[in-house]
């Protein structure tokens, strides 16, 4: 009987160690920060603390007796990772913190406590999760490619567009997964169907983040001053806001309403202002400045980008022929008046105050080579 019993023990206990148990407490970690794994015990004196990880064989994370941590025997992989609550050890707090979590830190760790009175022994399941930080959307030609890092556990990508449609949504994302086990994912797709909005999702276990691209639309600038708009909608409340120039030189960028704009070194000559609603102005405008302005507005949860190219207006040879021509055309003009009002006067009366009178001091500049006084 007894030995039956010492073997359901044992038999118990191990199965304990690989399965997790229904009690298990779970502490879900975000990738690089730091994480308490939570372990009390009755106090007492001659207290001994061990954290082991069990999920990679036994991996020794902490131990602490005699009245100080014993860290020789740790496992490579906790080095200068791991303390407890030296001072609330005492009050029976074993607890362990761990900093820079990785994904590897994932699996069961087990807090086995003694002291005088008894031994206990607590298992605690570790998660980590990397969440969305950001989704890129850009547009290059007509296709649109969506992208996301550093990313776990493994994310799903979906597109929609606005207003909704029957366009294909082909969407076979590329996940590649890095030396830290995070994920990388992008996905592209060809704008078939013009004044259509993209809109791409990113999700994973904790959050997700959606980035919209509304298509490039083009409009011409003057070297006396051009604005660009960012969104149609009027209010930037929430939002950060970024400025960037043929997709990767940052224009300026501010971190939300009410709060000062910066604008970059090599732009200084140029931005004029930014507008409540996003919109940049700029100055001293010239060739040099034509390309994609980009306006990305982000919060917690989504990006907008909207995509305007910018083409300098130049006086082509055409509209200076045309001044000239006109100009020409004009001076032939006022000079036919004027000889017929040198010659016709006093025929109409009318005729000759609307055309005559007026222009009479301007014309004798020029008639005065062929009327001599
Ligand atoms: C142990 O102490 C730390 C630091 O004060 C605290 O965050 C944690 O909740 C405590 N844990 C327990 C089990 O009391
Ligand atoms: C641990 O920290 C010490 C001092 O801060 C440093 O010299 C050592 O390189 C670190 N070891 C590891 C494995 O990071
Ligand atoms: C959407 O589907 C309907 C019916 O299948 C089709 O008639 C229509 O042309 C489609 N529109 C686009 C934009 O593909
Ligand atoms: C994932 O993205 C990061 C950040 O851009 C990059 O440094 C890394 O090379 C990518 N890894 C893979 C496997 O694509
Ligand atoms: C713009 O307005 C639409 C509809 O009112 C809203 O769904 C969207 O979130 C707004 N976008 C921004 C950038 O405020
Ligand atoms: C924009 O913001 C980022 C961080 O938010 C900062 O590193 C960068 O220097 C800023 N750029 C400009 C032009 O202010
Ligand atoms: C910006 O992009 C436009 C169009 O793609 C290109 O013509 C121009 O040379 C680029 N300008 C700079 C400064 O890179």
Redesign the pocket.
């Known amino acids: 009987m007894g030995v039956y019993c010492a073997l359901y023990l044992v038999v118990a206990s191990f199965l304990r160690i690989l399965t997790p148990a229904e009690g298990d407490a779970e502490v879900s970690c975000v990738f690089m920060e730091g994480c308490i794994l939570p372990c009390s015990f009755q106090v007492d004196t001659e207290v001994i603390i061990h954290w082991i990880q069990r999920t990679t064989g036994d991996a020794r994370v902490h131990s602490f007796y005699n009245n100080q941590d014993h860290l020789a025997l740790q496992d490579q992989s906790f080095k200068n990772r791991t303390s407890l609550f030296q001072d609330q050890i005492s009050g029976g707090n074993a607890s362990l913190q761990l900093s820079g979590v990785k994904i590897q830190d994932q699996g069961r760790y087990q807090c086995t406590t003694s002291t005088l009175s008894g031994n206990k022994e607590l298992i605690i399941n570790l998660k980590v999760d990397a969440p969305v930080d950001r989704v890129d959307i850009e547009q290059v030609e007509n296709r649109i490619t969506c992208s996301s890092e550093g990313i776990y556990p493994q994310p799903e990508l979906t597109w929609s567009t606005s207003p909704p449609s029957n366009v294909s949504l082909e969407n076979n994302p590329t996940v590649q997964q890095t030396e830290q086990l995070l994920y990388n994912i992008t996905s592209s797709l060809i704008a078939s169907v013009t004044d259509l909005v993209y809109s791409c999702t990113v999700s994973t276990r904790t959050n997700k983040r959606t980035a919209t691209l509304r298509q490039l639309s083009s409009i011409r600038g003057s070297s006396s001053g051009t604005t660009i708009p960012c969104t149609s909608n009027t209010s930037l409340t929430g939002f950060s806001l970024t400025w960037r120039?043929?997709h990767s030189q940052i224009i300026l960028n501010q971190t939300g309403a009410n709060v000062p704009y910066t604008v970059s070194e090599e732009w200084r000559q140029q931005v004029k202002s930014v507008s409540e609603s996003g919109s940049l102005t700029l100055k001293d405008f010239s060739s040099?400045q034509?390309?994609?302005y980009t306006c990305e507005l982000s919060n917690a949860e989504e990006t907008y980008v909207t995509n305007t190219?910018l083409r300098v207006i130049k006086e082509s040879p055409t509209d200076v022929a045309g001044i000239v021509v006109g100009v020409v055309l004009g001076i032939i003009l006022v000079t036919i008046i004027a000889l017929y009002c040198k010659h016709k006067q006093g025929t109409n009366f009318l005729l000759q105050k609307l055309y005559c009178f007026n222009v009479t001091p301007l014309v004798n500049i020029y008639s005065v080579p062929n009327n001599p006084p």
Do not use: A, K, T
Request: glycine share 14%; aromatic share 14%.
């Open positions: 120039f043929n040099d034509e390309g994609i190219l």
